[in-house]
């Protein structure tokens, strides 16, 4: 069972909405339900375990005395925090940074419980060691088709990905904090929440902060931190675009369910894959040649720049391209 983040507000309609946004968008671990009162909060606590309690500033701190939650957030009015509610965050924000902000205050990680999870996420890796095949456009739209029917995030392992510029984002913490989380034993999946940003119909974590970050973790340990996401993350499937890892994206292939190569027909580009494919042969590595699927993308005209470039992967010829594949392996596997 999910655990429990309560809403508590004065103006019950902004308690609702907050609530069915979280349950809605399914970014966070929490179960959200909304109350116009601490007295109805009150009743249901009696009940039962509520983790975090978001509580507007207007609700008296009197009337939250004990009430049992691990945690009380406050939803400041001002962009300031009141140093006498700590922690707070600002209530008039755009939700998915409120969110963040109140995973980022989340202190669950302190009580060595794990987020109960139900079966191991789908890793899907997309690599093609031909450039300019459109591999982005591709890892964009495909995390895409598969939100329509599962909890869907994208990790992009590219040095310069170009993410913030797209979105139109500016990052607070990204890809390279939570590896380093990771690395050196902290909390990392009941605080994911903190980390997953979303464009258009996608969620995803901003990429590396630095191509020294990636450049720090071996192939190994990548693959390890990619199949533990899968275990812990709550997310039904994981798009990776391992951008240019050379050789070194054999070993977290391995780690994959499904893998896409997107190609190129001209003689370079084939060159290309067929050392490629050389190289997982000699390796030892046929498991990922088993998997490995060669596409060969729509070649009609791209979207232009903008917020909604993500919907226009979506319902474009890529997009229709996209949804024709995941049909047909979802058919193969049903064989």
């Excluded at 979280?22 to 509520?50: D, Q, T």
């Excluded at 997107?262 to 042969?281: G, H, I, M, N, T």
Aim: with cysteine; net charge negative; proline share 4%.
């Amino acid at each position: 069972m999910r655990r429990i983040m309560a809403v508590c507000d004065g103006n019950i309609r902004y308690a609702e909405r907050l609530a069915d946004y979280a349950n809605e968008r399914g970014k966070i671990p929490f179960r959200a339900v909304a109350f116009s009162s601490a007295e109805r909060l009150r009743e249901y606590a009696a009940k039962h375990s509520v983790e975090i309690l978001l509580a507007g500033e207007t609700v008296p701190a009197e009337e939250l005395e004990g009430i049992q939650a691990r945690q009380i957030i406050y939803l400041g009015e001002e962009k300031r925090a009141d140093a006498a509610r700590l922690p707070s965050v600002y209530k008039y924000q755009n939700s998915d940074r409120l969110l963040r902000e109140v995973m980022a205050c989340y202190d669950g990680e302190d009580w060595g419980e794990s987020v109960p999870i139900a079966g191991r996420g789908r890793l899907i890796g997309i690599y093609s060691p031909v450039g300019r095949c459109g591999k982005t456009a591709f890892a964009l739209t495909l995390a895409q088709v598969w939100k329509e029917t599962e909890k869907t995030l994208l990790v992009s392992l590219e040095d310069c990905s170009g993410f913030g510029e797209m979105a139109g984002e500016s990052y607070g913490e990204c890809l390279s904090d939570l590896l380093y989380r990771y690395c050196h034993g902290g909390g990392c999946w009941e605080k994911l929440g903190a980390f997953v940003y979303s464009w258009g119909n996608v969620d995803y974590i901003p990429p590396a902060r630095y191509p020294e970050d990636l450049e720090g973790i071996s192939a190994m340990e990548m693959a390890g931190f990619l199949e533990d996401m899968a275990a812990e993350s709550g997310y039904g499937v994981i798009v990776v675009d391992l951008g240019q890892m050379g050789r070194q994206a054999a070993e977290i292939l391995e780690a994959c369910d499904a893998v896409y190569m997107p190609v190129l027909e001209d003689w370079v580009s084939q060159a290309k894959v067929r050392e490629f494919e050389a190289y997982l042969a000699g390796s030892g590595r046929d498991g990922v040649a088993e998997r490995l699927e060669k596409l060969k993308l729509p070649s009609g005209n791209r979207p232009s720049a903008g917020e909604n470039y993500p919907e226009q992967l979506l319902w474009g010829e890529l997009g229709d391209f996209t949804r024709r594949l995941v049909r047909g392996g979802r058919e193969r596997e049903e064989e």
